[in-house]
C-alpha cells in the first residue's frame, strides 16, 4: 500500500494523515488526553481509559481461576501464566524461558553485558531502570519505605518486608541442614556457611 503521508522529522511514510499525526507526537511529545483526576497525558483515549481505572479502582478483567483483577486484558493474560506454567519467550542464547517479553530483554543483557541504565552521581551501570534508583538512594540517603510498627526507613521494599518479619516472628528461609529457619537470606547463607566450615551454630 502507498505511503504518502510523510513525517518531516524522520522521513516515516504513512497510509492515512491521521496515523501521520499519530506519529508525530513521537516527536513533540505531545500528549493530547489528559486524565482530570492527575493530569497525567497520554497518546490515545484508550490509554486514559485504562489509567482512569487506577483511580477509580475498577479491574473489570478478572482472572476465571484465582478471581484476581486487572485493569486491562494484557495483564490478565500475562497473569495466567503464573497458573499454566507457560513460559512463551525463550533466549536464544540459553534457552532460559520467560513470562513477559521484558522479562527476556532484561536477562539478554546478562549475555550481552549491556548495562543501559548509568548512575549520574558514580556512573556505575545497571540492566534495569529500578535497579539504578535503588542505587542512587546510596548516594542521596533517601529511604522511602518506611515499617508501619516501628517507624524504620529502608532503601528497598525488599529490604522493608525482610524487616516486617521481625516483628510478626514469621521466618520464611529454613536451612536445609537443621531446619533452622531465618527471615532474610543474608542470614540463611551465613548461617549455612558455618555448617560446610564444620562450625554448627547450635541449631535446635
Known amino acids: 500500500m502507498e505511503k504518502p503521508w510523510k513525517c518531516v522529522d524522520c522521513g516515516k511514510g504513512f497510509s492515512y494523515p491521521s496515523l501521520l499525526e499519530i506519529h508525530r507526537r513521537a516527536h513533540t511529545g505531545e500528549k493530547p488526553w489528559k486524565c482530570e483526576d492527575c493530569g497525567k497525558g497520554f497518546n490515545y483515549p484508550s490509554e486514559l481509559e485504562i489509567h482512569r481505572r487506577s483511580h477509580t479502582g475498577e479491574k473489570p478483567f478478572a482472572c ?61 551501570g545497571f540492566t534495569q531502570s529500578s535497579t539504578r534508583v535503588a542505587h542512587q538512594r546510596v548516594h542521596t540517603e533517601e529511604r522511602p ?14 529490604n522493608l518486608s525482610a524487616h516486617r518479619q521481625v516483628h510478626t516472628g514469621h521466618r520464611l528461609l529454613a536451612c536445609s541442614e537443621c531446619g533452622e529457619e531465618f527471615a532474610q537470606s543474608s542470614s540463611l547463607l551465613k548461617h549455612q556457611r558455618a555448617h560446610g566450615q564444620g562450625k554448627p551454630l547450635g541449631c535446635t
Not at 145 to 158: E, M, Q, V
Open 64 to 124: 476465571p481461576v484465582c478471581g484476581k483483577g486487572f485493569t486491562k486484558s494484557s495483564a490478565l493474560v500475562t497473569h495466567q501464566r503464573v497458573h499454566t506454567g507457560e513460559r512463551p519467550f525463550q533466549c536464544p542464547s540459553c534457552g532460559k524461558r520467560f513470562k513477559q517479553s521484558s522479562e527476556l530483554s532484561v536477562h539478554r543483557r546478562v549475555h550481552t553485558g549491556e548495562r543501559p541504565f548509568v548512575c549520574a552521581v558514580c556512573g556505575k
Open 145 to 158: 519505605f518506611g515499617c508501619a510498627a516501628c517507624g524504620k526507613r529502608f532503601r528497598r521494599p525488599a
